[in-house]
């Protein structure tokens, strides 16, 4: 079943925060977060494996709550170069069930 | 170090033609994935492969479709009377198996238009 993002879309001024979540209806084992411009393929942003740790690079972080299923990427101090739409993949099983399966997305629009 | 690349880039056809499409992926992964996107949508997954090994298909794939990767590196996606509905964006992704993580590179994609 596919996870469930929210907002569905937001835009932002530059150097504002926002924060995208992704809730899946299954038990995971881990959460992976994708950026795709239009037109290109989706881009690596970060994995959370299952433990419920944060992680974080520059201006982009999130966590994994294991108990409720739910990832939540935060973007702070938005850059115009942020606009695109972010996927969260998730994946249910370790081991040779490697497939993601993808929300349906959240399109992030940052402005001047 | 290359990406995953995918070619063609843009594929434009009939309906109930064949199509083929290939994926190189980056330099010694071991996984390879097929997805499908469609306007508006997430990547969907098709099928993928660990090795030459076709480990999982999605049961929405119908036998029109078949994937290879004869070699355990590059593979190719043919799909066969190709219909309206297979018009979409296909994408590959390759990984290493490494420890828990498994990090899934996408490349630029195929997009088939079908007439």
């Known amino acids: 079943q596919q996870p469930v993002q929210s907002p569905q879309a937001v835009i932002l001024r530059e150097g504002e925060d926002a924060v995208i979540n992704c809730s899946s209806s299954?038990?995971?084992?881990?959460v992976h977060w994708y950026r795709q411009k239009h037109g290109e393929a989706p881009v690596f942003l970060m994995i959370l494996l299952k433990g419920g740790e944060q992680k974080g690079h520059e201006k982009i972080s999130a966590s994994f709550n294991e108990k409720k299923q739910q990832s939540s990427l935060y973007l702070t101090a938005s850059q115009l170069s942020y606009s695109g739409t972010y996927f969260c993949?998730?994946?249910?099983?370790?081991?040779?069930?490697?497939?993601?399966?993808f929300g349906t997305g959240t399109r992030l629009q940052v402005t001047l | 170090d290359t990406g995953v690349s995918q070619d063609p880039r843009h594929k434009i056809t009939k309906r109930g033609q064949n199509v083929t499409f290939r994926c190189d992926p980056i330099?010694?992964?071991?996984?390879l994935y097929w997805y499908r996107q469609t306007l508006g949508q997430g990547p969907e997954f098709l099928t993928y492969f660990q090795n030459e090994a076709q480990l999982e298909k999605s049961r929405l794939l119908s036998d029109r479709f078949s994937a290879e990767r004869p070699k355990g590196s590059f593979s190719t996606l043919e799909i066969q009377r190709t219909e309206q509905g297979d018009s979409a964006m296909y994408l590959c992704a390759s990984s290493l198996k490494t420890s828990e993580a498994d990090t899934q590179y996408f490349g630029p994609g195929t997009r088939l238009t079908v007439l």
């Open positions: 299954k038990a995971l084992y881990s």
């Open positions: 330099s010694e992964h071991n996984r």
């Open positions: 993949g998730t994946r249910v099983h370790t081991g040779t069930a490697s497939k993601l399966t």
